[in-house]
């Protein structure tokens, strides 16, 4: 079963930085888009930033500037570097991806769990 996992969140002061991964376990065929959104309790969930599987990226106005993202296709992997942090940065960040995995060659929507990021002094 094909599953997303984040990981490299935690707890940060104002300023510091963070990288979070996010890997895709299982039989991959292929990958498409891969994005990191961010939710805040009683808020919608927001996109952050997305990369393309031919490396374009492109971010959220707010985030434009102090996060970068990043993919590694054959480790299965996307990551967030975020730099700078906001106490309004905290949020849960989870990944999304369009993967194949079957041999239909069809893409499918899939999210990881999520990882907790915290800006705090």
């Known amino acids: 079963q094909v599953q997303l996992a984040e990981s490299g969140g935690g707890l940060v002061g104002p300023g510091g930085s963070l990288r979070l991964s996010c890997a895709a376990s299982?039989?991959?065929?292929?990958?498409?888009?891969m994005r990191w959104y961010r939710q805040v309790p009683g808020k919608q969930r927001e996109l952050v930033a997305y990369?393309?599987?031919?490396?374009?990226?492109d971010y959220a106005d707010s985030m434009a500037g102090r996060f970068s993202i990043s993919r590694d296709n054959a480790k299965k992997t996307v990551y967030l570097q975020m730099n700078s942090l906001k106490p309004e940065d905290t949020a849960i960040y989870y990944c999304?991806?369009?993967?194949?995995?079957?041999?239909?060659?069809?893409?499918?929507?899939?999210w990881g769990q999520g990882t907790q990021v915290t800006v705090s002094s």
């Open positions: 999304n991806a369009d993967l194949s995995v079957t041999l239909d060659g069809r893409y499918r929507d899939y």
């Open positions: 990369i393309e599987a031919d490396g374009v990226a």
């Open positions: 299982g039989t991959v065929f292929g990958i498409g888009m």
